[in-house]
C-alpha cells in the first residue's frame, strides 16, 4: 500500500528481507572446490560441491581463497544434482522395477555442483601494475572452501568498485541467494558515450517488460543526469507513453518497488518532468487523450514542404527504385529547391498561381514537372514523373502532411518537428512524439522518425554548445524500421549510423524489439549494453544471441517479467537483475 | 602431513632391515603391478574355508521333521518409518602393495604393505546417511615368525606404518606372497572389530550391520548385530533336526521365493556354537540371471533354545533387510544381493584410501637397493 510517511522517510521501510529472501553473506562455508579428473578447475572456471540446505542459484557469486592469498570470485553458471545412480534404469530398478509406490530406506547419496565462471580475481601484489597488484588466474585447488562473495567481491568482480560516483548510473538490481540486493551500477561513459553507448533490450512481447525496462533506465539518467541530458520517445503502442508525467495510479508502485528503488538510491521514484508531448495532426485529437489539455504541454506537429523538402529520400525510402529515379528527383529537390519555379503556365494553373512562382507545398510539388531532363533520366519523362506524383499522393495522403501549418490554416498552431529538436531541446527536456495512429503506415512512422534522427544530428552537427551533451532517443518495435537484411532503407541507414557514431555525437539510442535476430546486427553489435528478457529457446539459438553462453541461454528462458540479463561492454559476466516499475500512470486499458 | 610421516616411517622400517644385516630390493614400479590384486570373491572364499572340512549345518529354528518346509515367508518389508532397525552399517576395505623383498644370506621373503581402513555409517530417520566412525592404518607384512629381523623391528616404535608378521608358518607349498596378502585380510578383520566393538555413542535398539560374516570371537560379543553376506558358499548341507531329511543349500534357495527366507541353521559341529545364520531372498528369479542371485546370508548370535521370541526377531530383521533392497546399485556387480547403506559404507571406505601412486611413491620411488 502507498504510504506517504513511509515515503518520506526510506529507513522506514521494511527491509529487504523481509520482502525478498535472503541469507547471511560472506561468513560461512558454503561448500568445497571439487576438481576431478575429468572436470578439473581451470583458469576460467571450477566446480564446487554445495554444503546441505544452502539455497544457490545461477548468477550467484562467490569466493574462493586462491594464490598468495588472493581471492577468485566467480559467478555460478549452473547447478547440478547428480547421484550415484549410474543410469535411468538404476533409478528404475530402484523403484521395484518401476512401482511408484515402493520407497527405499536409504536416501542415494546426492549432492549439488555448481559449476562456476571466473569473473575477477582480487590480485597478488605487483609492481608491474597500475593499482599495485595483478590478478592471478591460477586455478583454485580442490577441496578450497567457498563462501557467497560479499558486496565488496561483487562490486570488484563488476568493476563497480573503481566506479567514481559521479559516473554512477543505477541499472537494475541484483538478487542474490545470499545477502541483502545489491545495487549495479553501470558506467554512464559506456551508456550515454562517449566510451560505449546505445541500449537495446529484447525479448517475448507482454513478458519481457522491455520497454518498462528502458522507460525506467531513462528516468534514472533523467533523474542523475538529467542537467545534461535529454529524451526523445516514441509512442507506438496505444497510449502507454502519453502519460509519463503523472503520478501512477496508486498502489501501482507497490512496497517491492519501492524497495527496490531504494536499494538503486533513487530515494522517492516520480514521474518525468518537463515533458512535452508531440500529437500528429488530425490523427489524434489532444482532447481525446487528456481530461484537461491545458494542464500538459501537449501540442501538434505536421509537416510542411519547407519543411522536409530535403528529406524526400526519407519518405521514399519504402519504395523499390531499382532505377534511381525517385532518388534522382528527391535529391534535386534537396538540392535545388529553392530554384525551382513553376515555367510550365498549364502546369501553373493547375493549382492557381501565377508562373514563376516558386514551388513551396506539398501541392506545388504534386503539380510540378519541370525537372530537368538529366533529373528525370533518358527514360519516359511522363511515366517517370506520374510514379514519382502517384507515390508522392499515396505517402503524403496522412493528415500530418500540410501545406501550412500555421494557426491560420489549422486553427491552431502545428510544429514542426525537426524544428523543435534543432532550436528547443534543452538538457532535462522529454519529448514524447506519438506516432502510434499510424501503426499501419510503416513509411509514415519511418519517415517521422528518420527526420528527428536526422534533424538531431544536424544540430549536433552544426550547433554543439547549444546542445545538451546527450541526448537519448527511445524507439520500440525497432525491427518495422531496421530490419535485419542487406537491403536498408534510409532510415535503417540512418540508425545504422547513429548506431555507429552516435556516441561520439552526444546521442544515445535506447531501442528495443521482440527478436533481436529481426534487426540489423549492425544496431546491436554497437550497442555497449544489450538485455534479455524472458525469450523462447528458438529465438535463443539464432546467430544474434551468441553473445550468451548456453548455461546464461537456459536461465533467459525461465526469467520471470521485470528480471533481466544485462551485457555491458564494461561488465566482466552478464549479470542478472531486476528492476521496479516506471513510477508514472499507466493507461487504463 | 601425513606422507612425510609414511615415508619417514618406511625409511626407519629400512633402516632397521639394513641394520639386520639383510638387502631390501624394492619391487619394480614397471614390473609389478600397481596393487597386489584380491580375490573376486572374498565372502565366499571366506565361507567356503569354513565350511571346508565339515559342511554339515543343522535347523536351530524348529522345523516340522516329517513334512519340512525351508522356505518360509516373512510377510512385507519393515521401512525406517514404521520400525528403524538398522541404524549402523560397517564396511572395511584394503590396498595392498608388493614392497619388494628381503635378502638374507640364500634367500630371499618378500615384504607387502596394506593400507586397511574401516568406516560405519549411522542413519537417521530421514534416510540420510553420516559418517559414524572411520579407521585408517598402515601395515607392513613381513613373513617372519621369529629371528633377528623380527627382533629389530620390533624393538623400534613406528608411528605411521605397524610392521606385522605371520605368526605360524604357512602351509608347505603354499606362495609366500599370498599368505602376507591374507594376513592384511585379517589384519582388516581385526580392525573391523575394533571398531565396532568400539562405536561411541550407540544405543540400545540401533542394530549394526557388518559387510561379511561376523565370524570372530569380538563379533560374537557384540549385541544387536548382524553379519551380511552378499555371497556365501555352496557347499553347506542342510538337515532338519530329529529327522532323515537333508537338502543341499543351492536345492533349498531355489525352492525361495522373493521374501521368504530359510529356516534358521547352526553349524552342527562348529567353532561357534551360538552363531545362527540363514538365506533370505531379495529378489524374485524372474528379475536376475539364476536362482543363486538375489539371496543374502544373514549371521546372528542366538545363544539358548529356540523360541517365539527368536522367531520374532528373525522375522523383524528379515522384513527390515527386505526393506533395505531399494534403492539398488544396478547394475554394479552383485547389486542384487547388495544393500544400499553397505553400499554408501563401501564408498566411503574406499574413498579414504590413499591413491595408489601416491603410495607407491612413498614405498618404491626414490629408493634403491639398500
Not at chain 1, 532517443?473 to 530490419?483: G, M
Not at chain 2, 546399485?329 to 601416491?358: A, C, D, G
Request: glycine share 6%; net charge negative; hydrophobic share 40%.
Amino acid at each position: 500500500m502507498h504510504n506517504e510517511e513511509l515515503d518520506k522517510n526510506g529507513k522506514d521501510l521494511p527491509p529487504m528481507k523481509d520482502v525478498l529472501p535472503d541469507q547471511p553473506a560472506g561468513t560461512s562455508v558454503i561448500g568445497r572446490i571439487s576438481s576431478t579428473e575429468r572436470d578439473p578447475s581451470s583458469s576460467s572456471g571450477f566446480s564446487f560441491w554445495v554444503k546441505r540446505g544452502v539455497l544457490i542459484n545461477p548468477f550467484d557469486y562467490v569466493s574462493v581463497e586462491n594464490f598468495e592469498g588472493s581471492r577468485t570470485i566467480g559467478v555460478v553458471k549452473e547447478i547440478l544434482a547428480p547421484t550415484d545412480a549410474q543410469s535411468h534404469l538404476s533409478n528404475y530398478v530402484s523403484s521395484n522395477f518401476g512401482d511408484t509406490e515402493a520407497q527405499g530406506n536409504t536416501r542415494r547419496v546426492t549432492t549439488v555442483i555448481a559449476k562456476t565462471e571466473i569473473a575477477a580475481n582480487t590480485g597478488v601484489k605487483s609492481p608491474h601494475s597500475r593499482r599495485g597488484k595483478r590478478s592471478v588466474f591460477y586455478p583454485v585447488l580442490n577441496d578450497s572452501p567457498v563462501f557467497f562473495a560479499n558486496n565488496e567481491e561483487v562490486n570488484f568482480a563488476l568493476g563497480m568498485d573503481v566506479l567514481a560516483p559521479e559516473d554512477r548510473l543505477p541499472a537494475g538490481v541484483i538478487l542474490r541467494s545470499s545477502g541483502e540486493p545489491l545495487p549495479l551500477f553501470l558506467d554512464r561513459r559506456y551508456v550515454l558515450g562517449p566510451e560505449g553507448a546505445h541500449v537495446n533490450v529484447s525479448g517475448t512481447s507482454g513478458l519481457a517488460a522491455k520497454t518498462s525496462y528502458l522507460m525506467f533506465l531513462l528516468r534514472l539518467i533523467m533523474e542523475r543526469f538529467g542537467d545534461k541530458t535529454a529524451a526523445i520517445i516514441f509512442n507506438v503502442k496505444q497510449q502507454d507513453l502519453l502519460f509519463i508525467d503523472d503520478e501512477p495510479a496508486p498502489g501501482f508502485i507497490d512496497e517491492y518497488d519501492r524497495n527496490l528503488y531504494r536499494v538503486l538510491e533513487f530515494g522517492e521514484p516520480g514521474p518525468f518532468k518537463n515533458v512535452r508531448y508531440f500529437f500528429p495532426y488530425g490523427a489524434r485529437d489532444i482532447g481525446s487523450v487528456y481530461e484537461d489539455p491545458s494542464k500538459k504541454q501537449a501540442f501538434y506537429y505536421a509537416y510542411t514542404l519547407e519543411d522536409v523538402y530535403d528529406e524526400l529520400d526519407l519518405l521514399f525510402s519504402e519504395i523499390e527504385d531499382p532505377q534511381f529515379t525517385l532518388a534522382s528527383i528527391a535529391s534535386y529537390v534537396a538540392q535545388d529547391f529553392d530554384r525551382m519555379k513553376f515555367k510550365n503556365a498549364a502546369d501553373a494553373s493547375r493549382v492557381s498561381i501565377p508562373v514563376g512562382t516558386k514551388v513551396k507545398t506539398w501541392m506545388h510539388l504534386k503539380f510540378f514537372n519541370d525537372f530537368p531532363q538529366d533529373v528525370i533520366g533518358s527514360g519516359n519523362s511522363q511515366s517517370i514523373l506520374g510514379r514519382f506524383k502517384r507515390h508522392l499522393r499515396r505517402l503524403t495522403s496522412p493528415s500530418i502532411f500540410v501545406d501550412d501549418r500555421s494557426s491560420g490554416a489549422l486553427s491552431f498552431d502545428a510544429y514542426y518537428l525537426g524544428h523543435v529538436i534543432r532550436e528547443s531541446l534543452r538538457a532535462g527536456d522529454v519529448v514524447v512524439v506519438d506516432i502510434q495512429p499510424f501503426e499501419d503506415k510503416i513509411g509514415t512512422q519511418g519517415f517521422i522518425v528518420g527526420d528527428i534522427v536526422r534533424r538531431l544530428k544536424e544540430a549536433y552537427r552544426d550547433n554543439r554548445n547549444q546542445m545538451p551533451n546527450h541526448t537519448v532517443i527511445l524507439i520500440d518495435e525497432l525491427n518495422r524500421y531496421v530490419p535485419s537484411g542487406s537491403n536498408l532503407t534510409a532510415l535503417g541507414q540512418e540508425i545504422i549510423d547513429l548506431a555507429r557514431v552516435g556516441r561520439a555525437e552526444g546521442v544515445t539510442l535506447f531501442t528495443a524489439q521482440q527478436f533481436r535476430a529481426d534487426i540489423h546486427h549492425q544496431v546491436y553489435e554497437n550497442c555497449a549494453t544489450n538485455l534479455v528478457g524472458i525469450t523462447g529457446s528458438t529465438e535463443l539459438s539464432r546467430s544474434a544471441y551468441d553473445f550468451l553462453d548456453k548455461q546464461t541461454k537456459a536461465v533467459v528462458g525461465s526469467l520471470d517479467p521485470g528480471e533481466m540479463v544485462l551485457v555491458n561492454r564494461r561488465l566482466k559476466q552478464p549479470v542478472r537483475i531486476v528492476f521496479p516499475k516506471p513510477p508514472y500512470k499507466r493507461q487504463e486499458r | 602431513m601425513i606422507f612425510d610421516s609414511l615415508a619417514a616411517s618406511a625409511q626407519k622400517i629400512l633402516d632397521a632391515i639394513t641394520e639386520s644385516k639383510a638387502t631390501f630390493v624394492p619391487a619394480s614400479p614397471t614390473d609389478e603391478p600397481p596393487v597386489e590384486v584380491e580375490p573376486t570373491d572374498p565372502d565366499r572364499l571366506r565361507d567356503d574355508a569354513y565350511f571346508g572340512d565339515d559342511n554339515i549345518c543343522e535347523t536351530y529354528e524348529i522345523v516340522d521333521r516329517f513334512n519340512p518346509v525351508m522356505s518360509i515367508p516373512i510377510g512385507t518389508p519393515l521401512s525406517i518409518s514404521e520400525d528403524n532397525v538398522f541404524v549402523y552399517f560397517l564396511d572395511g576395505s584394503l590396498r595392498t602393495y608388493y614392497w619388494g623383498d628381503i635378502a638374507v644370506s640364500t634367500a630371499s621373503y618378500p615384504a607387502l604393505a596394506s593400507e586397511i581402513a574401516v568406516s560405519v555409517l549411522k542413519r537417521d530417520e530421514s534416510g540420510f546417511m553420516y559418517p559414524g566412525s572411520s579407521r585408517h592404518q598402515i601395515i607392513a607384512i613381513f613373513p617372519f615368525t621369529t629371528g633377528v629381523i623380527r627382533g629389530s623391528l620390533e624393538s623400534r616404535s613406528f608411528d605411521a606404518i605397524k610392521p606385522v608378521f605371520l605368526e605360524s608358518e604357512p602351509q608347505a607349498g603354499r606362495d609366500l606372497r599370498s599368505a602376507l596378502a591374507a594376513k592384511a585380510r585379517e589384519q582388516l578383520h581385526v580392525l573391523e572389530v575394533d571398531t565396532a566393538v568400539n562405536l561411541p555413542d550407540r544405543k540400545d535398539g540401533e542394530w549394526l550391520v557388518i559387510d561379511g560374516d561376523i565370524r570372530q570371537s569380538s563379533f560374537l560379543r557384540l549385541k544387536e548385530t548382524i553379519g551380511l553376506a552378499k555371497s556365501f558358499s555352496w557347499k553347506p548341507v542342510i538337515k532338519v533336526a530329529n529327522s532323515q531329511h537333508q537338502f543341499n543349500l543351492p536345492r533349498i534357495i531355489q525352492g525361495l521365493k522373493e521374501n521368504e527366507r530359510t529356516p534358521v541353521l547352526r553349524k552342527k559341529f562348529g567353532e561357534y556354537p551360538s552363531l545362527a545364520f540363514w538365506y533370505l531372498r531379495l529378489w524374485p528369479t524372474d528379475r536376475l540371471d539364476n536362482y543363486m542371485q538375489g539371496v543374502v546370508k544373514v549371521e546372528i548370535v542366538l545363544e539358548g533354545k529356540w523360541s517365539k521370541e527368536k522367531e520374532d526377531l528373525v522375522t523383524r530383521l528379515s522384513r527390515a533387510l527386505i526393506a533395505e533392497k531399494l534403492p539398488v546399485i544396478y547394475p554394479e556387480r552383485r547389486w542384487h544381493s547388495h544393500i544400499y547403506p553397505i553400499y554408501q559404507t563401501e564408498m566411503h571406505v574406499k574413498n579414504t584410501l590413499f591413491s595408489p601412486n601416491i603410495m607407491r611413491q612413498i614405498l618404491i620411488g626414490r629408493r634403491g637397493v639398500v
